[in-house]
Every structure is written in structure tokens, then in C-alpha cells.
């Protein structure tokens, strides 16, 4: 039996994947979790085979869960299963050891053999996403630029973003200032929508 770990915020479909899992002959799900900060918890006590990870979650994200999941349980490989095919998203899973990535769109039979595929060492990805990710390529943002710019999405002032990482005010609208040039747009709420829609954050 190929043993899953199942990371979803969302119950409905958590449950709903679940049970179609469950339906294969060859396929068994020994842990579900709804927060990303739980990923790891669960998989080091279920030893899972597989881990389906979703990317947007309570607590870490799917992404951070993924290198986690890389260093301290190598056997395990990871599969992003996600609402939000974003080119960036893609280069982030795989720079995060993930083996595939799929969007949630697509049949449950492709899931069923896409498990089978990450399990035996192949790389599984959405055709759509790679010609994508190729077309976008990497972000051109550094560390540092991403995390203020996330910092200034929900519309923070640059006093609280600069409290919130520690940084002086200075040094904060110098990398607004650069993520905004990089984006190519015309203020930090659109260069954050920028980044975000290309999956840079």
C-alpha cells in the first residue's frame, strides 16, 4: 500500500479527496491535517509515502512545509496539489524538493497516478503551469524585497513593516522602491498584486 499524508484547509475537500483515494486499490491515507504548522508533526509520526501538500494553509505554507518535509523525512516525496497555478508557485515547489504539481481542477484518476509516478521518482507537473513557469521565469526579487513586499500587501504602513521585520524606515522603502522597478508597476500594492499573481510570494 502507498501511504498518503493529506494536507487541506478546506474540510469538504480534505474528505472529499479522502474518500476518492481510498477508493484505489493501492493507495491508503494515514494522516490528514488542515494547518500547514501540523505537516511535519503528522507525517514523522505516520511515515507517510507520499505527502499531498496544498499550498495556501493555515499556519506555514505548503511550500515551507515541502523543505521541511525534504530535510527531515527524505523518503517522503512531496506532491503540491493546488488551487493557485502560478508559475512562481512552481519554481518555489520545486526549489522545495517537491516532486510534482498539479492544480485541483484535473481528474481524481490523474491524482491516483500521479502518486504512483512521485512515488517511483518520476516528476509529475501540469503541462499548462511548466510551459508558464518557463515563459515567466524565476523572480526577480530578492529575499529580503519579498518579505517587505508581503509585509506591505494588506496595505501596512512602512513604521509598521519595518517594526514588524526589524528593519529601519530607510531600509524599508528602499526595497518597496526596488520590488516596484523589478514588477514594473507603479506603487507597492500593484507591485505586490504583481508578485503574487506570478506566485513570487
Request: hydrophobic letters at 45%; glycine letters at 8%; proline letters at 4%.
Given at each position: 500500500?502507498?501511504?498518503?499524508?493529506?494536507a487541506?484547509?478546506?474540510?469538504?475537500?480534505?474528505g472529499?479527496?479522502?474518500?476518492?483515494?481510498?477508493?484505489?486499490?493501492d493507495?491508503?491515507?494515514?494522516?490528514?491535517?488542515?494547518?500547514?504548522?501540523?505537516?511535519?508533526?503528522?507525517?514523522?509520526?505516520?511515515?507517510?509515502?507520499?505527502?499531498?501538500?496544498?499550498?495556501?494553509?493555515?499556519?506555514?505554507?505548503?511550500?515551507?512545509?515541502?523543505?521541511?518535509?525534504?530535510?527531515?523525512?527524505?523518503?517522503?516525496?512531496?506532491?503540491?496539489?493546488?488551487?493557485?497555478?502560478?508559475?512562481?508557485?512552481?519554481?518555489?515547489?520545486?526549489?522545495?524538493?517537491?516532486?510534482?504539481?498539479?492544480v485541483?481542477?484535473?481528474?481524481?484518476?490523474?491524482l491516483?497516478?500521479?502518486?504512483?509516478?512521485?512515488?517511483?521518482?518520476?516528476?509529475?507537473?501540469?503541462?499548462?503551469?511548466?510551459?508558464?513557469?518557463?515563459?515567466?521565469?524565476?523572480?526577480?526579487?530578492?529575499?529580503?524585497?519579498?518579505?517587505?513586499?508581503?509585509?506591505?500587501?494588506?496595505?501596512?504602513?512602512?513604521?509598521?513593516?519595518?517594526?514588524?521585520?526589524?528593519?529601519?524606515?530607510?531600509?524599508?522603502?528602499?526595497?518597496?522602491?526596488?520590488?516596484?522597478?523589478?514588477?514594473?508597476?507603479?506603487?507597492?500594492?500593484?507591485?505586490?498584486?504583481?508578485?503574487?499573481?506570478?506566485?513570487?510570494?
Amino acid at each position: 500500500m502507498i501511504k498518503v499524508l493529506l494536507a487541506e484547509d478546506q474540510g469538504m475537500m480534505r474528505g472529499a479527496l479522502a474518500l476518492l483515494l481510498g477508493l484505489e486499490d493501492d493507495i491508503e491515507v494515514v494522516a490528514q491535517v488542515s494547518d500547514g504548522d501540523d505537516v511535519v508533526p503528522a507525517a514523522l509520526r505516520a511515515r507517510p509515502d507520499v505527502a499531498l501538500l496544498d499550498i495556501e494553509m493555515p499556519g506555514r505554507s505548503g511550500l515551507d512545509a515541502a523543505a521541511e518535509l525534504r530535510d527531515r523525512l527524505p523518503r517522503c516525496r512531496v506532491l503540491i496539489l493546488t488551487t493557485f497555478g502560478r508559475p512562481g508557485y512552481l519554481r518555489r515547489a520545486m526549489e522545495a524538493g517537491a516532486y510534482g504539481f498539479l492544480v485541483k481542477d484535473g481528474p481524481v484518476e490523474e491524482l491516483a497516478a500521479a502518486i504512483r509516478r512521485v512515488l517511483a521518482g518520476e516528476r509529475v507537473i501540469d503541462p499548462a503551469l511548466a510551459a508558464a513557469a518557463l515563459s515567466t521565469g524565476p523572480s526577480p526579487l530578492t529575499d529580503r524585497e519579498r518579505d517587505v513586499l508581503a509585509a506591505a500587501a494588506d496595505g501596512s504602513t512602512v513604521a509598521d513593516i519595518a517594526a514588524r521585520l526589524h528593519l529601519s524606515e530607510s531600509t524599508v522603502r528602499n526595497y518597496l522602491s526596488s520590488a516596484i522597478g523589478k514588477t514594473g508597476t507603479r506603487n507597492r500594492i500593484e507591485a505586490a498584486r504583481q508578485a503574487r499573481h506570478n506566485g513570487w510570494l
